[in-house]
């Protein structure tokens, strides 16, 4: 029976594993739930699974939960202490990562090195981190795996291993987002609303501008050098606009294996919960004889430069991917705020790293000092 801490349980991820668990309750335990600041929903949660422990990333939030909590066993914590404490203790065996962007580090990271289970979707804390976190990962045995669904693919691809021999190439799919088919000048006038209509996938608003972007898929393509140890040379990014092959990966004999699954995220959450075996993930299966033509097509690298920014990052090393997410992070916010245009959000993240000295990221001292600085500057550009 797996023993959980759900960081990030009212988000989509959280939404998704939650139904994955629903579908075999008696296999799990849940130790923690955490969230930022919706107390309603984190009530709703805890009525249902009796968690030992909520946090509430917010302190205003945790007080008012606690409130309403007073009269059950479940113990509410605050803030980043109390998200590394869960993250850390003794009686989870399990940790899905499932924060949005770089509040997701330190309890994370804290998980990694309590030698947990890692079921990783913030994505973000890895890019951010991708030497410091694989290194904790490796000298605490923690075991981690990859939620995305393009590096769970890959993950399947290469038979439940990090590291296959013979490999050729890794090959990223791409659904192209909302914005797949328009201009450059269209591109201009898009909305945040329009922005966040995924045509495939049901997402949180910031992961939903990345995949718009395409930085979701350039932080995929970091988030694969480090995950699979390996260059960004070897990574390729392909766009298919059907999101039903969710990645491949070439062998030095030609040979391609693919993954191949429903856009919904409850398989790679379900397959990730229970690794090596299998478990219900409550999806219905692929109809071969009804679905669409499968297409491919190039990226468009002028509209979408975001994707080339991140290449250059990894090649860059050092902060360079920290402050490429930091400014990403920034600009995405600015954008949803209405302060920037969907076009500016790239042009943020290039000068922000131009303006910025590449530091080598040797420690999370650097790595937290990187993303502060990164954070100024773009706000200050916006
Ligand atoms: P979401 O916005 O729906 O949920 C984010 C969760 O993080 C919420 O529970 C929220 O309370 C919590 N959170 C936000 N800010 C926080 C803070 N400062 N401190 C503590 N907790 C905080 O996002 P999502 O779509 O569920 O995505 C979560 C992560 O999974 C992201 O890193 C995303 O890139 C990754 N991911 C998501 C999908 C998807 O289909 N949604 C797919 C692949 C990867
Ligand atoms: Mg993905």
Excluded at 287 to 302: G, H, I, K, W, Y
Aim: some cysteine; glycine content about 6%.
């Amino acid at each position: 029976m797996a023993k959980l801490c759900l960081l990030g349980a009212t988000g989509t991820i959280g939404d998704n594993t939650l139904a994955v668990i629903a579908q075999q309750p008696e296999q799990f335990t849940m130790v923690a739930l955490t969230a930022h600041r919706n107390v309603d929903k984190m009530q709703r949660l805890c009525a249902q699974w009796s968690p030992r422990y909520a946090v509430m990333a917010d302190d205003d939030a945790a007080e008012q939960l606690q409130q309403r909590l007073k009269h059950s066993d479940t113990r509410v914590l605050s803030g980043l202490g109390g998200l590394n404490y869960v993250a850390t203790l003794a009686e989870v065996d399990t940790v899905m990562a499932a924060i949005v962007g770089a509040a997701g580090l330190l309890p994370t990271l804290m998980a990694a090195k309590a030698g947990k289970r890692i079921l990783l979707a913030n994505k973000e804390a890895l890019v951010m981190s991708g030497q410091i976190f694989m290194q904790a990962v490796q000298e605490n045995h923690a075991t981690l795996l990859p939620i995305d669904s393009e590096h769970n693919a890959v993950f399947q691809a290469m038979g439940g291993q990090n590291q296959a021999r013979d490999l050729k190439k890794i090959i990223l799919t791409a659904s192209g987002g909302p914005f797949r088919q328009k201009t450059k000048d269209e591109l201009h006038h898009v909305t945040p609303e329009q922005a966040c209509a995924h045509p495939n996938w049901v997402m949180g608003k910031k992961i939903s501008v990345d995949s718009a972007t395409l930085m979701n898929k350039g932080l995929e393509v970091i988030e694969a050098c480090w995950l699979f140890n390996t260059d960004s040379d070897k990574i390729e990014v392909v766009i298919h606009p059907q999101s039903i092959i969710h990645s491949l990966v070439e062998y030095a004999d030609g040979s391609f294996i693919a993954q191949l699954g429903q856009p919904d995220m409850r398989v790679p959450i379900a397959y990730s919960l229970n690794w090596p075996k299998r478990l219900n993930s409550g999806v219905k299966s692929l109809n071969l004889t009804q679905m669409n033509a499968l297409t491919f097509e190039a990226v468009n690298r002028q509209n979408f430069p975001c994707l080339d920014l991140a290449y250059a990052a990894f090649k860059q090393g050092g902060t360079a991917c920290t402050v490429l997410n930091a400014a990403n992070e920034i600009a995405v916010a600015a954008f949803l705020n209405r302060q920037i245009k969907f076009m500016q959000i790239p042009h943020v993240i290039e000068q922000t790293l131009s303006r910025m000295d590449n530091q080598p990221a040797l420690n999370l001292q650097a790595i937290l000092a990187a993303d502060t600085q990164a954070r100024a500057t773009a706000t200050a550009l916006i």
